[in-house]
């Protein structure tokens, strides 16, 4: 990223409060070094972490804090929200996530991203399981849906001890998102199935599952927002076209298998999200079967293993695959891992519960245990379409991993 690059002059970067505000001196640092002019709002709370007077050395400007300040500058919150190209919050606690998605006006910060115009990134810092509460999530989901944009969090140690996502972005990334220079997958095609198959036994009846296709398609959108060319191969389902999102529509296995082999070569990464039937009916019967027979046998062949199929390719994508289990979901995801050598597999837990909820399936919420040959790592419940971030996520570092490594031996 360089200076002839960045379309941005004037940033407002609001502190709120969280022991990652220490961060902020190097995020105005590192603007500037990008020609950006950096004008800092800080909350009560922030100052509880970090100086005025630091902040203010670093950005050359005032720091604002009140709504009301002793000088002339009475309309502050409306000038600063018109000075400024994009208005930063990082570290942006849960709190401030809470206050913006109710539109509170509490503070100068809260006030002025009201009155704000301009595009609004956030990039949260707070405990893990503050992250992942279904309070934040639901306000997380509300502000991305007006627009507001999330940088991060990511997952490792927090200084509270506990592991998980949670912590400030890197500061790099923070920035390149920022910025908008580099996303995590510019340049990559990701090819994806979603939904389920449908065989057919007869002109009017059919075998399939109770995939609804919405992991797959959140995966989708995620992948397209983080700058990849995304091919979906979708099954039946009752839900809208992510946008900028290639859509081959199919009804079968077989025509999902031909629609992945067509685009396989040319993908990087194929993620198996589809439940695909693994038995269709040897004959189609071509007239509406009768039930003339007290009893019907049906005869099924199997179909092809998409996914195994893709991962025995010559030239193949980075795979990965979902596992949906009903047991013994530990067990059965790694031998899937292993026989359909595979980088990732994403376990999901099936089936319904005893009040009839659907679990993994048909539902807006997945809870997932991911495995790689080289570890696991478990995702509390959470919306499908706030996971596929994360997915993404994981997916795209591991991809970059595995490249890298591929290139330097
Ligand atoms: O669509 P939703 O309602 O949102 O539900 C999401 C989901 C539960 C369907 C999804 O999260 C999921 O688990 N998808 C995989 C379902 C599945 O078929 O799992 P499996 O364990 O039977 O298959 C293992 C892997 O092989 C999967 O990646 C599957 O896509 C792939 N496969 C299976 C059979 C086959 N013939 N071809 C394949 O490619």
């Not at 709504?67 to 190209?85: C, K, N």
């Not at 090819?191 to 995939?211: C, F, K, M």
């Not at 077989?254 to 038995?279: C, G, L, S």
Request: glycine share 6%.
């Amino acid at each position: 990223m360089n200076k002839s690059q960045n379309p941005t002059h004037n940033v407002l970067l609001g502190v709120t409060g969280g022991i990652a505000a220490y961060k902020s001196p190097e995020i105005i640092r590192r603007l500037q070094e990008l020609g950006i002019t950096v004008r800092v709002v800080m909350t009560e709370s922030a100052e509880k972490f970090i100086g005025e007077v630091t902040l203010q050395a670093i950005s050359g400007h005032p720091v604002y804090k009140d709504i009301f300040s002793s000088d002339d500058r009475v309309m502050e919150h409306i000038d600063l929200a018109r000075w400024a190209d994009k208005i930063l919050i990082a570290p942006c606690s849960a709190d401030f996530i809470a206050k913006l998605t109710h539109g509170f006006a509490d503070n100068l910060l809260s006030t002025l991203c009201l009155a704000a115009e301009c595009p609004i990134f956030l990039a949260p810092a707070m405990n893990q399981a503050m992250w992942h509460n279904l309070a934040t999530q639901d306000n997380v989901e509300k502000l991305k849906s007006r627009g507001v944009e999330f940088l991060g969090p990511a997952a490792g140690n927090q200084a509270c001890g506990e592991v998980g996502y949670g912590r400030l972005l890197e500061i790099n990334q923070l920035l390149d998102e920022f910025c908008n220079t580099e996303k995590l997958l510019s340049g990559k095609k990701v090819l994806i199935t979603a939904g389920p198959t449908q065989e057919a036994l007869d002109p009017v009846r059919y075998i399939t599952n109770h995939s609804s296709g919405k992991m797959g398609y959140a995966l989708a959108q995620q992948a397209q927002r983080a700058g990849a060319e995304v091919t979906l191969v979708s099954g039946p389902v009752h839900l809208p076209t992510p946008n900028q999102v290639n859509i081959v529509n199919v009804i079968s296995a077989k025509q999902m298998y031909d629609a992945v082999m067509e685009n396989a070569e040319q993908a990087d990464i194929f993620i198996a999200a589809a439940a695909v039937a693994d038995y269709s009916p040897v004959d189609i019967a071509e007239q509406k079967i009768k039930k003339s027979q007290s009893e019907l046998n049906l005869e099924l062949k199997k179909n092809p293993d998409i996914l195994s199929e893709v991962s025995s390719m010559d030239n193949r994508p980075f795979c990965i695959g979902f596992a949906a289990e009903t047991e013994n979901l530990e067990t059965n995801a790694k031998e899937k891992l292993t026989r359909k050598k595979l980088e990732m597999i994403i376990a999901n837990r099936v089936g319904q519960n005893e009040s009839g909820e659907y679990k993994g399936f048909n539902s807006d919420q997945n809870k997932v245990h991911i495995f790689t040959p080289m570890g696991s790592h478990e995702l509390p419940e959470m919306k499908k379409s706030i996971l596929a971030k994360q997915l993404v996520e994981l997916i795209a570092l591991t991809y970059e991993k595995a490249y890298e490594k591929k290139h330097t031996t």
